[in-house]
């Protein structure tokens, strides 16, 4: 079945340094990808997304990449501050299934 | 506009109970889906609902059923409760156009 695999499950970085996270779906037909953030006890949040027929887009700090061929998509985080430390999460809508499949998520914790 | 409203926000029921969620969408938006998150799996994907019929489901046991109501609000059971079931169910609604899923806050189901 669809699957969506994100890396890495935890990842440290210093205030001000830059953060990558990445996924990697498995049905070809899926068409849109959403990034979700989670802070402690509160609801997944959209911080950006995009879609199949788009490359990169950008978001201030943020920016999603697609490279369809491979079936990879990755979230860059620039000038990260403590505030950005929560959960993020990948997920992949396909196109035939009406799905959105979520990543296992990564815990970002921002140094100050 | 309003959120996505998720009713109660703290369940604590006793294994072999049953037990109804009900989520109420975005006004306009009517796909509504489940997902169960737990700290080891993530969220999981349990079922999607537009216009009153199930579109998708996941691989979650019969034990797990839901439906939607002509005014978009969904409900969600889950008979014969488990310990295994104890986690915070998420429903997320989105537009026809708006493949942006908004999350509500959340039930916190305990099972003891």
């Known amino acids: 079945g669809e699957n969506v695999e994100q890396h890495p499950s935890t990842l440290s970085v210093q205030e001000g340094d830059s953060a990558v996270i990445k996924c990697t779906y498995s049905d070809s037909a899926s068409n849109y990808f959403p990034w979700y953030k989670q802070e402690l006890g509160k609801r997944p949040q959209l911080i950006i997304d995009i879609r199949s027929n788009v490359g990169e887009k950008k978001d201030q700090r943020i920016a999603v990449t697609l490279n369809k061929t491979a079936k990879h998509f990755s979230l860059h985080i620039t000038e990260t501050q403590p505030e950005d430390s929560a959960v993020y999460f990948c997920a992949a809508y396909g196109g035939a299934t009406n799905k959105l499949i979520f990543g296992t998520g990564t815990l970002l914790a921002v140094q100050p | 506009k309003a959120g996505v409203t998720q009713t109660p926000r703290y369940l604590i029921k006793t294994r072999g109970q049953q037990v109804t969620l009900s989520c109420s969408p975005i006004s306009g938006h009517r796909s509504v889906s489940w997902y169960q998150q737990t700290p080891g799996q993530g969220l999981q994907f349990l079922f999607e609902y537009f216009s009153e019929t199930q579109r998708n489901k996941g691989n979650f046991p019969g034990r797990f059923s839901g439906r939607q109501f002509s005014n978009s609000r969904s409900e969600m059971n889950v008979s014969t409760l488990e310990l295994g079931d104890s986690a915070l169910y998420l429903c997320?609604?989105?537009?026809?156009?708006?493949?942006?899923?908004?999350f509500g806050s959340g039930t916190r189901l305990t099972v003891v």
């Open positions: 997320a609604s989105a537009g026809q156009r708006d493949l942006g899923y908004t």
